[in-house]
């Protein structure tokens, strides 16, 4: 089953130093953390942050494309995690057929931003990842402890991020 999440926002990890992108989910209080590498925050930065570039950047070409080739983003899913990495998947739609293109969540998630569809995670990979993070203590000490800090950030931690 799919979850509808938004991103909530973007934040550098206090920890590793690497971005983080954080989904919410759209009628309820889960929380999904996705790293990403820097230049993939950039883009969805850019876009979150409605900085117009002066020339299209790779996911507004991208959208151009679609665009211009009758083509619509139905959705974006995240659909699994395996050995901490996400995987996603892009559903377009030309002329009445649905196409399925596999995606890292970030270029997934930058170009959802960009065509305004929805953001959906397979309940699995929400369950997986709150498994993985419990069984991850050297990344996070305590599982419930990151989970309240992710819950209680103040909304301008996650309002601009810094490159």
Known sequence: MEVEMKIRGLMMDPITNMPIVILKEACGSGILPIWVGVYEANAIALEIEKVVTPRPMTHDLLKNVLVGLDTSVRKVVVTTIKDDTFYAIIWLER?????????????????????????????????????QAAASQDRIENNEEFKRWLENLPDEDLGRYKM
């Not at 890292?104 to 170009?111: E, F, K, V």
């Open 95 to 131: 002329s009445g057929r649905l196409i399925s293109i596999d995606s890292r969540p970030s270029d997934a998630l930058a170009l959802a931003l960009r065509i305004d569809c929805p953001i959906f995670v397979e309940d699995e990979v929400l369950r997986s990842s709150k498994s």
